[in-house]
T-cell receptor, first 112, second 115 residues
Framework: GENVEQHPSTLSVQEGDSAVIKCTYS??????FPWYKQELGKGPQLIID?????GEKKDQRIAVTLNKTAKHFSLHITETQPEDSAVYFC???????????FGTGTRLLVSP | NAGVTQTPKFQVLKTGQSMTLQCAQD?????MYWYRQDPGMGLRLIYY???????DKGEVPNGYNVSRLNKREFSLRLESAAPSQTSVYFC??????????????FGPGTRLTVT
């Protein structure tokens, strides 16, 4: 089955810097890759996703890149702000399955 | 997290006690999921239901049972709680139709402690 690895587990940056979180997946049939943000005491919330027929997707300060050959995808946050501090999860879905497999999460801390 | 409600928000159980976690959606979607979240482990799928009346095991189903009695509700039952089941439990629904969007939308969670 699918296995998703996520790095780093914690990431500290200064406000205004960029942050990059990386994930690798094992199943070459996976075709959907969402990223979730979880604030303290809340459920995860989708912030951006990408499908396997696209190499990059951008939404304001957030972007996701996908390298199908290497089976990895990354979340890029530019001009970080303190409110970006949260836990971020990547996930992957294999074609034909209704299940998402999640990475173990990255705790991002943005210091003013 | 409007659209997916979970009850209770917090619960403390003693080892061996039973309880049912409730999840309800008002978004009329077919697929519903139960996850548990533990430090350093991310979100792990316990059970899911592709449609009313059907359920399937996820990654960590042992010690749990589920019921999908109607389209709106998906409950998770712990028959004999163990300390290893101390966790935060999230219910989620899948948005979009067949072959379309696959976003999962999460409820606010239930924090369960088993002593």
């Amino acid at each position: 089955g699918e296995n998703v690895e996520q790095h780093p587990s914690t990431l500290s940056v200064q406000e205004g810097d960029s942050a990059v979180i990386k994930c690798t997946y094992s199943d070459s049939a996976s075709n959907y890759f969402p990223w979730y943000k979880q604030e303290l005491g809340k459920g995860p919330q989708l912030i951006i996703d990408i499908r396997s027929n696209v190499g990059e997707k951008k939404d304001q300060r957030i972007a996701v890149t996908l390298n199908k050959t290497a089976k990895h995808f990354s979340l890029h946050i530019t001009e970080t702000q303190p409110e970006d501090s949260a836990v971020y999860f990547c996930a992957a879905r294999a074609s034909g399955f209704q299940k998402l497999v999640f990475g173990t999460g990255t705790r991002l801390l943005v210091s003013p | 997290n409007a659209g997916v409600t979970q009850t209770p928000k917090f619960q403390v159980l003693k080892t061996g006690q039973s309880m049912t976690l409730q999840c309800a959606q008002d978004m009329n979607h077919n697929s519903m999921y139960w996850y548990r979240q533990d430090p350093g482990m991310g979100l792990r799928l316990i059970y899911y239901s592709a449609s009313e009346g059907t359920t399937d095991k996820g990654e960590v189903p042992n010690g749990y049972n589920v019921s999908r009695l109607n389209k709106r509700e998906f409950s998770l039952r712990l028959e004999s709680a163990a300390p290893s089941q101390t966790s935060v439990y999230f219910c989620a629904i899948r948005l979009g139709g067949q072959g379309a969007l696959y976003e999962q939308y999460f409820g606010p969670g239930t924090r369960l402690t088993v002593t």
